[in-house]
Structures are given as structure tokens and as C-alpha cells.
Nanobody, 127 residues
Framework: QEQLVESGGGLVQAGDSLTLSCAAS????????IAWFRQAPGKEREFVGI????????DYADAAKGRFTISRDNTKNTAYLQINNLEPGDTGVYYC????????????????????WGQGTQVTVSS
């Protein structure tokens, strides 16, 4: 399993942009699909988006389309989540997750699909 560490969160103003990082410590990062989830205060954790091991396919939850961009750099064992035009509703803890099983297009992404999780990074957006 990969050990994942998120970073890049913080307190930002509405309208700002932020890039979160997900750094992996294992030697097989390039074989893993990576997903981002977030959990708003008082709500369940929700899927944000996913990137395949190669980075050639990226899918987003409907709520994340347009302002969220997922990418990865396998040479740095790091995945990224860029959020533009942040809104107060983006406040929450952001998690990255990894799994070696392939991403199946058209199949709902579930938390149980991922064997490795980071500890999360807090994003707080003030209005």
C-alpha cells in the first residue's frame, strides 16, 4: 500500500485558487489510480474526482466539473487537486486515496475502491 500525505490546505478567500498535493511514499505510485474526496462540516465524505495511473483519463463528480483540476506527476510520486474560484461551500477536509485496481469508466466510484488514504488537509474558504 501507498502511504499518502496531503498538503496545501489552509484559510483562503472566496475567489482564490488553491492547489492541494498528495505525496506518496511507495515505489509503485505510478501503478495506482488516485482519487480526491472531500468532507464538508457535518456532511458525509464525497467523491471529487479520479485520475488513472497514467493520467490519461480523469473523471470528475458533477459538482466538481469546471473549477476542479486533477493531475499527477509520477516522477515526483505526487498527485494534485487544483481548485479555482473557491467558494465557501468548498470548505472541508480534502482527502486523497489510492488503489492499484484499475479505474473502470462508467462505474460509480466508492470509498471502498481505495486501499490507501491520506490523513486529509483542511481547506477553509471565507466569504
Amino acid at each position: 500500500q501507498e502511504q499518502l500525505v496531503e498538503s496545501g490546505g489552509g484559510l483562503v478567500q472566496a475567489g482564490d485558487s488553491l492547489t492541494l498535493s498528495c505525496a506518496a511514499s511507495g515505489r509503485t505510485f505510478s501503478s495506482y489510480k488516485i482519487a480526491w474526496f472531500r468532507q464538508a462540516p457535518g456532511k458525509e465524505r464525497e467523491f471529487v474526482g479520479i485520475i488513472t495511473w497514467s493520467g490519461k483519463r480523469i473523471d470528475y463528480a458533477d459538482a466538481a466539473k469546471g473549477r476542479f483540476t486533477i493531475s499527477r506527476d509520477n516522477t515526483k510520486n505526487t498527485a494534485y487537486l487544483q481548485i479555482n474560484n473557491l467558494e465557501p461551500g468548498d470548505t472541508g477536509v480534502y482527502y486523497c486515496a489510492a488503489d492499484i485496481r484499475p479505474f473502470l469508466s462508467g462505474v460509480e466510484v466508492r470509498e471502498s475502491d481505495f486501499s490507501s488514504w491520506g490523513q486529509g488537509t483542511q481547506v477553509t474558504v471565507s466569504s
